[in-house]
């Protein structure tokens, strides 16, 4: 901790929840404080409570939500003594905030330096064109290119890290003692976060502000914290100094926390029969537009001259930012889509151009887990009804199609009485096994997963992990394993295939790739991955 | 992976039941639903039971023509002696009929030729330039010319009320199948070999049910509005047949001199379609993810 006096000192604060909600305090009994020019993270999952503290710091809490116990100290006010009116006063000049979706948290139709001048126009005295000039020694300042122009852009002409460097321009124009980042590079590809996180301490460095990052991602927290709070379930379990909890974590709940970041290192893999390919895809395309009524559309290559092979048993990662077609490639080789042209070849069959009826009866051999645990499963349907429709779809009958499921329930790790239970009353990380279950009950020969862990906790993704390999085994499985995540494709792909805009541009085994890259692109991946050097905690 | 072992399933164990009211009393805890659910209802209890009890509605008593409100004749008599009270209760049949059978018909062939518009890409452009083109037809000039051509009957009045109220419907449905068929159990249920059908029945139609219920009272209130429009236009029900329409039509020439024979009606009207349209926002409240969420935070 810093000598002087903390910037925020948060004391004992509990935070209700109201009525009904699955525990009485949103947060419980937590201390922390935050130092002039000190960037504490606070790290949890999912309902640990992060965010609340943050909001209620803000004071942007919905009415239901409040703060019951304990104090809020900023520079010596205590905020949960504020009025509206003075917390409206606070917001801006003594603490700012930036969000995780930086396109969200922009007005579409307001020019983006007209936005950051509202701050000022708010909150100072200073005539229009001094707000002009203000505005644009900010946007200077977050490292914005040709700021002048770009005062008059609109968020849609910017790029996520555009938004997200004018957010954070915002929240400094009146250069708040405290910046509050609520997963400030969540929805940004690895390349921008890393930039961010540069900027953020950069900027926290040359101003001396105090910063409350919260986060879910140890990588981005090795990355940038000072200091570390972590909190379960509303509580705080422990905090230290950024090596006391990343190297010599104390409290259980850290160490499973941290034991389950996944290594940059590449896990050590089995020898592959590699006399068996179970999937190869050979120049496979997938263009969007070029046909147009009246004029010919741009034209956009999401997929150019793709080839790939998987073995039997074998895990091929594919690995790339958003927008490098990856997820494209997955969703036409499980024909979701039809690739342009191309050969995609599934036990002999060819099937890349086929018709959707001659698709179907191939269509057991190639099953898809997707991103989104909440969406993947019907809400009206039991999880029963769920695994049992594929295999019922090619004449097994109910009776043996039950049976399989019940089978698959235990072997995903669930209990088959939870059959006749609906997806919502299971977590994240159970629904994804439902989906495992749901795909294995075609009996695959090749099994996609599209970012299958990017949406869950990081204790939950080291055990679904765990569990597409074990299922890979068992079944002798081909698997595609779509990520943007580099840790966790160097535990689980055998082979790496980088795609950078719709093109191939490195494949590998992982050891090898991950040791020696050879393209360019593949080193900024890699070199942009949170905390790559740092070794956690096992 | 290390952390495997440690936590099991224990970080993630939410298998316990949890308590949902089910969707019926949670709609009908909304007040308006209730309210104005209770008024639908003794409108339509009214309208089934009430001419059991009363004199017919055809019958002319040359006696007592044009009698104000008494406790012989509640609502007071026509220019035929008919009794104003006995032809309301009649009339609401066939104002809850009309309004009943058109919101139904419209939302069973909306609902097909929307969720076929919505799935079936290449079937979208043609089916909703026709259904634009339907939309532009107004009902009561549509209903006009199919009377001059086939007659006056409670049918053709359906059937010319239904026809522009199908597109809307077709518009709803298609736009919630549009957002639908994205949604990953959709393409896992494709990948999975799922038939067409079944796609469409299992995993999509449900979406649908709550908004067309709510969008169902909202044309079952105008059909009603226009069915009387109609009978007061004269291009209705034939008048041997009272509705609330033609009754007020009727009782048009005499507005001066006897107010009732158009007000009851009016009322009778007035308080059904308002009944119908408060249960309809009630239930968009309810039923309605999206606002719902809003109203409970």
Known sequence: ?538 | MAAAETPELSAEADLSEKTQPSTLRLVLRNKAVFWGGLLLLAMVAIAIIGPFFTVAPTEQNVMSRLKAPSSAFWFGTDFLGRDVFSRVVHGGRISLVVGISVALIATAIGMVTGMIAGYIRWLDAPVMRVMDGLMAIPAILLAIAMIAISGATLTTVIVAITIPEVPRVVRLVRSVVLTVREEPYVEAAIAAGTRLPFILIRHILPNTIAPMIVQATYICGAAMLTESILGFLGAGIPPEIPSWGNIMSEGRTYFQLTPWIIFYPGVALALTVLAVNIVGDGLRDTLDPRIARKMRA
């Open chain 1, 1 to 538: 901790m810093t000598g002087s006096t903390p910037v925020l000192e948060i004391r004992n604060l509990s935070v209700a929840l109201p009525k009904g909600a699955d525990r009485p305090f949103a947060v419980e009994d937590i201390s922390f404080t935050v130092g002039a020019k000190e960037i504490v993270c606070v790290v949890g999952e999912s309902g640990s409570g992060k965010s609340v503290t943050a909001f209620t710091t803000m004071g942007l809490n919905p009415k239901e939500v409040k703060a019951v116990k304990g104090e809020i100290i900023l520079q010596g006010e205590d905020l949960l003594k504020k009025s509206v009116a003075e917390m409206r006063r606070l917001r801006g000049e003594k603490m700012a905030m930036i969000f995780q979706e930086p396109m969200t948290a922009l007005n579409p139709v307001i020019k983006v330096g007209e936005q950051i001048r509202e701050m000022l126009e708010i909150h100072t005295e200073l005539s229009p064109a001094e707000q002009k000039a203000r505005v644009l020694e900010v946007m200077e300042d977050v490292s914005l290119p040709d700021h002048v122009k770009m005062y008059d852009s609109y968020p849609h002409q910017l790029s996520g890290g555009q938004r997200q460097r004018i957010m954070i321009a915002m929240a400094l124009a009146l250069e708040p003692g405290l910046l509050i980042a609520d997963e400030p590079t969540t929805a940004l590809d690895v390349t921008t976060q890393a930039q961010i996180l540069e900027l953020i301490k950069d900027i926290q460095q040359r101003h001396g502000t105090g910063v409350l990052f919260i986060t879910h991602d140890f990588g981005v927290v090795a990355e940038i914290a000072d200091r570390i709070v972590v909190m379960q379930k509303g509580k705080v379990v422990e905090q230290g100094t950024r090596d006391e909890i990343l190297l010599r974590p104390q409290h259980p709940y850290t160490k499973m926390l941290i034991a389950s970041v996944p290594s940059m290192e590449p896990s050590h893999r089995a020898e592959i029969d590699k006399t068996a390919p179970a999937l190869i895809a050979q120049k496979v395309n997938k263009t969007y537009g070029g046909v147009g009524l009246f004029r010919k559309s741009r034209e956009v290559h999401a997929n150019k001259d793709v080839n790939l092979v998987v073995h039997r048993r074998e895990t091929l990662g594919v690995v790339g930012e958003s927008g490098s077609g990856k997820s494209t490639l997955a969703r036409c080789i499980v024909r979701l889509q039809d690739p342009t042209s191309g050969h995609i070849e599934v036990e002999g069959a060819d099937i890349a151009t086929i018709s959707e009826s001659a698709m179907r009866p191939h269509r057991r051999d190639i099953q898809i887990v997707f991103q989104d645990p909440y969406r993947s499963l019907n809400p009206r349907r039991t999880v029963g009804q769920s695994i049992v429709e594929g295999p019922m779809n090619f004449g097994v009958s109910a009776a043996e199609a039950e049976a399989r499921a019940k089978e698959l329930m235990e072997i995903v790790g669930l209990s088959a009485e939870a059959l006749d239970r609906f997806p919502h009353q299971f977590s994240g990380g159970q629904r994804q096994r439902i989906c495992i279950a749901r795909a294995l009950a075609m009996q695959p020969k090749v099994l996609i997963a599209d970012e299958a862990v990017s949406a869950l906790d990081v204790s939950v993704q080291a055990q679904v992990l765990d569990l597409l390999d074990d299922v890979r085994e068992r079944y002798d499985l081909a698997m595609l394993f779509i990520t943007h995540d580099l840790r966790v494709a160097a535990q689980i792909c055998d082979r790496i295939m980088v795609m950078q805009n719709g093109v191939v541009v490195e494949e590998g085994e992982t050891a090898k790739v991950y040791a020696n890259p050879q393209h360019e692109y593949t080193r900024t991946l890699l070199a942009a991955a949170p905390g790559r050097d740092v070794a956690f905690a096992k």
